[in-house]
């Protein structure tokens, strides 16, 4: 079930379209889910559908085309390594190895501490600056060698630590 606030933070986005395209809102309705219960579980599919008055399998279309939504559930930080020709003759498999190896985790892994998913994921759209990777869907993380992966790694380790939000 859909928390209040989540349909009220819902309700400011359909408030952004004429009352008769609500679907127009999914997009955002599903970010909504997503950052409450950090995945978009079949039953969150039917939820916003519902709420939103379109076919369940619509839903379900948007969430599995985009890869920003997590079909299951994931680490506190979710990090999408750019594998795309670009970022490959940057160093973006070396990057990814290096990752995998440093996490103990293989792509579409989480670490067995819960805070770490490693993915791989299609242009980010900053190909010069390659190897990059996205944290949480929201932070780029640029010129990924192994020195700026080990601050990368140490830097979220302490935030999750303190406590901090996650980025």
């Known amino acids: 079930m859909l928390s209040e606030s989540t349909r009220q933070r819902i309700d400011r986005e359909l408030a952004k379209y004429p009352a008769d395209q609500k679907q127009s809102a999914v997009i955002a309705a599903l970010s909504i889910v997503q950052l409450e219960r950090g995945w978009i579980s079949a039953e969150s599919e039917a939820e916003v559908a519902e709420y939103l008055g379109m076919p369940a399998i619509a839903v379900h279309e948007v969430v599995t085309f985009y890869n920003m939504f997590n079909t299951r559930p ?42 770490f998913t490693l993915q791989e994921c299609e242009c980010l759209g900053a190909c010069g600056d390659a190897p990059v990777a996205l944290v949480n869907d929201r932070r780029m993380c640029s010129f990924l060698s192994p020195e700026r992966i080990d601050a990368l790694i140490d830097s979220l380790r302490s935030q999750a630590k303190s406590g901090g939000q996650a980025s």
């Open 74 to 115: 994931v680490g506190r930080f979710k990090l999408n390594i750019c594998t795309n020709l670009p970022c490959q003759l940057g160093g973006g498999a070396q990057a990814a190895q290096y990752l995998s190896e440093k996490l103990g985790i293989g792509l579409g892994e989480t670490s067995a501490d819960g805070l």
